[in-house]
């Protein structure tokens, strides 16, 4: 009787560990889910915002022809961005791309005609909405994988984690220091409100 009771408890134990572990590994798969959702979501808009450079760098070439270099770093980062495949990749290609837009600007605080070029302004609003989505979608994904990493350091997570094949991801997407610093680039019409680039975040 004693042994049966030992098996009993054995058993309830084991049932208790196993609906612990699948109840962890389901909640891992929604939480891991959630940021591959919202990492979608991001690379939505830097494809979008990948999509508006070329435009926005032959509208600045037409009358900056001389800043090849400039040019060149921007091909070069959007190229790298789009070849990129994994989240951290694409992080690290975005944040090159930051400072190359952001020698873009200072390039056409130079050229008066680009401040007043129409089709510049359009595409340099339409590239500052860009920005604004990317922060905000940032910002989601972010917290999406802190959340994740939360509970995944939590017990009995923490124990769990490893044996459903989950582990903590770090790829949290932080603007860069040189988008942090971008200049402000003032539009100044005669008979327009003033314009700026919206700042990176």
């Known amino acids: 009787m004693k042994a049966l009771i030992v098996l009993v408890v054995i058993g309830l134990i084991v049932l208790s560990c196993f609906g612990m572990y699948i109840s962890t590994k389901n909640t891992l798969v929604q939480k891991n889910e959630a940021v591959k959702s919202q990492w979608a979501q991001v690379d939505v808009v830097l494809q979008r915002r990948a999509d508006l450079i070329p435009n926005l760098v032959e509208t600045v070439k037409g009358i900056a022809q001389q800043e090849q270099a400039v040019f060149g770093d921007i091909a070069a980062a959007r190229s790298r961005l789009l070849s990129a495949g994994t989240p951290q990749e694409k992080i690290a290609a975005n944040q090159q791309l930051d400072g190359a837009l952001g020698r ?4 056409v605080e130079n050229y008066p005609q680009l401040r007043s070029s129409e089709n510049f302004l359009r595409l340099q609003d339409e590239l500052a909405g860009t920005e604004n989505r990317i922060s905000v979608e940032r ?8 959340d994740y990493n939360t509970y995944i350091g939590q017990f009995p997570a923490s124990l769990f984690a490893g044996w459903a094949g989950f582990k ?4 949290y997407f932080q603007a860069s220091e040189g988008a942090k610093q971008t200049p402000k680039v003032q539009f100044n019409l005669n008979d327009k409100p003033a314009s700026q680039a919206a700042p990176a975040h």
């Open 168 to 171: 903590r991801n770090d790829a």
């Open 139 to 146: 910002k989601r994904y972010n917290d999406s994988l802190q």
């Open 104 to 107: 873009l600007l200072v390039v």
